[in-house]
Nanobody, 116 residues
Framework: VQLVESGGGMVQPGGSLRLSCAASGFTFSSYDMSWVRQAPGKGPEWVSAINTGGGSTYYADSVKGRFTISRDNAKNTLYLQMNSLKPEDTALYYC??????????WGQGTQVTVSS
């Protein structure tokens, strides 16, 4: 299993970023996928999930209405569109395959920093 995130960076409050996760080594379309983040000095926080076909999506209350998860099974890629970013969204963002309880199925992460 290989998951490679990209698209992170530094953005001002209110800005947007789009994260991508390129998946390989497994049948991407057969697995629910998630985004998980970890802020400095804090434990991991589940952010969002999407089912295999992309028809069902789920969000943490902290990002609901601002973030949108999506997937392209033809490209084996997971996305996270992040709008109206806040300083509290600053974290290392991980792409994760089910079961997300084990970090064996997490990528290496991409850093998102929201600061003026």
């Amino acid at each position: 299993v290989q998951l490679v995130e990209s698209g992170g960076g530094m953005v001002q409050p209110g800005g947007s970023l789009r994260l991508s996760c390129a998946a390989s080594g497994f049948t991407f379309s057969s697995y629910d996928m998630s985004w998980v983040r970890q802020a400095p000095g804090k434990g991991p926080e589940w952010v969002s999930a999407i089912n295999t076909g992309g028809g069902s999506t789920y969000y943490a209350d902290s990002v609901k209405g601002r973030f949108t998860i999506s997937r392209d099974n033809a490209k084996n890629t997971l996305y996270l569109q992040m709008n109206s970013l806040k300083p509290e969204d600053t974290a290392l963002y991980y792409c994760a395959r089910d079961p997300i309880a084990t970090t064996d199925y997490w990528g290496q992460g991409t850093q998102v920093t929201v600061s003026s």
